[in-house]
Each structure stands twice: as C-alpha cells, then as structure tokens.
C-alpha cells in the first residue's frame, strides 16, 4: 500500500513539473478572475507580440481567453438555463399530476 | 362578450407593461438587467401559473387581479424593480388567466384563440413607441378589471370544465410542440428588418403580426392544423429568410409565420384538454429561452438563412407530427356518455 502511495505521490510530482501550465490547472479561485479579467486592458495590443492560436496548448490558459468566457456567461445565459429548468421541471409535475388522475377534464 | 372584453384587457395589459419598461422604468436608468428581469417574470413563469390556474380554476379573478397589478405597477410611485415586479407577474397571470378563459370557451375552435392573442402585438408596440398613453391605459385596464369578473362568473359549468377529453399519450406532442415555439423563436430572433426605420413601418409591421394571428386561428378552424401549417410555414421560411430586407416579402412574411401561432396553441391545448392554462403557459414559456438562444447566436448571410429556414422545417414537422398523433389519441377514445366533443 505505502509503494503504491509513493508511486502515485512521484507521478503527481513529475507530471507537475512536467506540464507547463500546472498552476492553472489547480481548482478556480473566483477572487482571481478579476485580476485576470483586468490584464488584457493594461497590456498594450502590439502588432509585434505573439498573439495565441488554438493550436498553442499553453494559449488556452491565457488571460485573453479568460475574458471573453467571464463576459459571455452572465445573465442571459443563467436566464436561458433557469427558463429550460423550470419548463422542464412544470412539465414533470404536469405529468405526476397527470397520472395521478388519467380521468381529470373528461 | 368575454372574448372581447378579454381581448381589449390583452392589449391593454402588454400596451401597460410596454409603457412601465420604457417609461418610468427606463427614465430611471440602466434598464437592460430589469428588461431580462421582467421577460424571465413574464414569459418563464406561465407555465407554473398555468399549474396553479389549472388547480385553482378562478380565471376571472386572477385576469382582473392581474389588470390591478400592472395598471398599479405603472400608475403607482414604486422604484424600478417593484415596478417590473409588478407588472411582469400581472403580465404573466393575466395570459394565463385569459388565456385559459379563451381556451375553456373556444368550444373546440382555435378562431376565438387567434383574437385572443393578437391584439398584445399592438399593445407591446404602441406601449413602446408613446409610454406616456399608458395613463389613458391605465383606468380602462382597471374598469376591464371591474368588468370581467361579473362576466367569468357567468360562464357556463360545462366551458370551466373543458368539454374535451384527455388524449392516452400526449407527451410527445407537447414536447415537440413546445420546442417548436422555442425553435421559431430561434429562427425569428436572428432575422432582422433594416427597412423598419420609424413610427409609422413599426405600426405597420405590427398590423400585419395581428392580422396573422387573427387570421391563424380561422384558418386552422377552416382548413386543419395541418393544412394550415402547410400553407403558411413554408412561404413564411421563405419570405421572411430572402425577403426581410424589402416592406412588402416582410410584411406577408410576419402575417404567414404569424398564422401559425394559435395552431400549435391550439394543438398544445387540443393535447391536454384538462391543462387549459398549462398549454397556454407552456407555449409562452419556451418563448423566452428561444429568444434568448436567438439572441445569442450571431449569425449573418446565408447562416442566418439556413438557421431561419431550419427552425421553420421543424416547426411544420412538429406541428403535421402532433396533429396525425392528437387525431389518433382523440379517435382512440371510447364514446362517452353525455359527450360533448
């Protein structure tokens, strides 16, 4: 049991020396996003800088990309969740009810 | 009587609820949150006021608390969001209430449906364009409201039960009918008409969404859902998918998409006969969230083309679907005593 737990503490601890983007892959802290939300206003945009394609596995990590997810997931889309929740969950009761009494409205 | 008086109340309630938003509530400041917060109250909730409609089954009252409400939430002194409080859950019980009277009274016509529903276009448009006639509004919807309790409670026993019976297996044509009204919506959000520039091609449009609506439910009665959606959706796909950018394709393009509006209410409510206030919440419901899913694809050209044309395909497969499984469930009944179909 102890070498199987040391075998599995060296493979965490090489795997997080070995990817390059380890400390973003750690559980989100919301008091971050701010900060990283902020970041592309003060970088100036540089024609000569390296901008991050799709293909760079490190670019999906960037701030550039943080921000327009952190912008695009407010309101309208909670809206548009909670609508299909509860037309969901009105259509379940209407069928409990349903079944409940086959013979209502005849 | 009822149906008339429901029907003015109709146009007076979305004509209120219009001025509330783009009156007071707008001159207060930053409106975009409260405009998603009175749509999500308007429109999200109906099928859960529909639930209770059905359960409780005072139309009458509920329609002419509802007319207090918003007539109340424009006329008193409130700050914004008790005003869009208001006037989006008066909004959302006075559909359900009329709605169901409607329904209930139809006598298994979708024609008294269509006038039901139609006049809301013009009370939305013009309680957009002048908010300030909102206070000529308000007193009448408050007499509407004296008005048609007396008139609710002399409704026949026969019509608050609904004389229809319950088809064996409806779910499938409720489901599919429900995402039609979301998927149309979809398709509707994306098109856009640049000609509609002032007061006056805003009037219009909105005469020509009447008119469809209207029209729609005699239609129906005349020629059947299915025939119905077979005249309509198809020329509406394409008028409204090509022909957005001049007056006249638009125009007939809004009256024949329009036309098939209280079909698949009436189809929704023809598949649960006992849920009158159900069937009409239900399709308002899926409204919204359509709306909003249109709002936030942004499509252009031929995307937009194939996005329209698509939403509208699958509406008439929904709508010919569910009206073959309706007819079926409905013949598939045994006959009944004292039946009233």
Redesign the interface.
Known sequence: MKKLLSVLLSVLCVAWMILPASADILPFDPSELENEIEVPEEIPAEPDEEVPTAVDPEAEDQPLTVEPTAERIPVPVVILCVGVVVIALALLVWLIVRRRNPKKGA | MLLILNSIAHFLVDALCAATVFGPVRAAGDTA?LI?LYN?LA???Q??V??AADRIRRHGWAASCALVLVAAGFALPLPPVWRILFVGCGNSVFHVAGGSMTLEDSGGRAGPLGVFVAPGAIGVTLGMLFPDWGWIYAPIAVLAAVLIVPLSTRRSPQSQ??G???IPSP?LP??LL?LAVAVRAVGGSVVSFPWKTGVWLSLVLTLAVWAGKTAGGFVCDRLGPAKSAIVSIPAAALLIAFGSAWILPSLAGQFALNLTMPVTLWLLYRA????PG?AF??AA??L??GT??G??IPLTGPAAWILTLASFLFGILAILYSSKTIQRGEDSLPP?KESTI
């Open positions: 949150l998603l999500t429109f999200s909730t099928c859960l529909g639930l039960t609904s229809q019976r319950a779910m409720v489901i429900t649960m006969p006992d849920a159900f919440g239900l419901s899926a919204w969230p909003i899913a709002m936030l009944e």
